[in-house]
């Protein structure tokens, strides 16, 4: 796909944003959009860097290090890991990219923390939250609200790791034909945002991210602060379903 497509898909993506942001009277500008480039070649990154964008986000450490290395003459970017870190990649995290979405355990935490303080950082992070239930999806266990008080205990383990710094939470929607539906499972993480804040009245808990292609307006107007769509500006990949 070339700049000038993947500037019209964007400036489209920004502008349902502000839409979506002003029915509920936020402010469009509390809402920033993650550009997905999983599975695209570097010189759609290249593209898509030409036609403005500069938050980039990736599922997979070595894929993201690499286009992040091809854009490295450019300045004021920023990378986001939203994909599930395996342990044997902390490091590697840790190293590149400037915000993790995908904290999804205790292990990881600790691992991305010392890797973090090892490099001079304090690396801001999401915790994500499996609100589905759905078993292919990873995340804490968070579809029981009944069950919330279950994590307040490894939640305050990964609060007090010094080379992370915990802003909010993410989660991902199950697949569905009706983006209303995704509703209720965005609603239900700012509730969980709600419940921890009042846990752990230090952390902000302030950052959302939620919402992807199918679904990011919805999102958007139950509170989400990060978006991550991939497929309705960079097009489709060959190989699975886009964020």
Not at 177 to 201: H, I, T, V
Not at 209 to 238: C, N
Request: glycine share 10%.
């Amino acid at each position: 796909m070339d700049t000038d497509v993947i500037r019209v898909n964007y400036q489209s993506v920004l502008g349902r944003i502000r839409q979506a942001a002003l029915v509920v009277g936020r402010d469009p500008e509390s809402v920033k959009l993650v550009v997905v480039t999983k599975g695209h070649a570097i010189g759609a990154v290249l593209a898509a860097l030409d036609a403005g964008v500069r938050v980039f986000g990736e599922n997979y450490a070595e894929e993201g290090v690499t286009k992040r290395l091809a854009c490295s003459a450019s300045e004021g970017l920023e990378w986001h890991m939203i994909g599930h870190v395996q342990s044997r990649k902390a490091r590697l995290v840790a190293e590149h990219f400037d915000y993790v979405h995908s904290v999804d355990s205790l292990k990881i935490s600790q691992r991305l923390s010392r890797f973090a303080s090892e490099f001079g950082r304090r690396m801001p992070v999401l915790l994500e939250c499996n609100v589905s239930g759905e078993e292919s999806k990873f995340g804490w266990p968070a579809w029981g609200e009944r069950a919330w008080g279950e994590l307040l205990e490894p939640f305050a383990q990964v609060i007090e790791l010094p080379g992370l710094q915990v802003r909010g939470l993410m989660c991902m929607a199950p697949f569905l034909p009706d983006p209303e539906q995704a509703r209720p499972y965005f609603q239900r993480l700012k509730r969980l945002g709600s419940f921890l804040a009042k846990a752990f009245p230090g952390v902000a808990w302030t950052e959302f991210s939620m919402g992807m292609s199918a679904d990011f307006e919805v999102a958007v107007q139950e509170g989400a602060t990060l978006v991550r769509v991939g497929t309705a500006i960079m097009g489709p990949r060959a190989d699975t379903i886009d964020a």
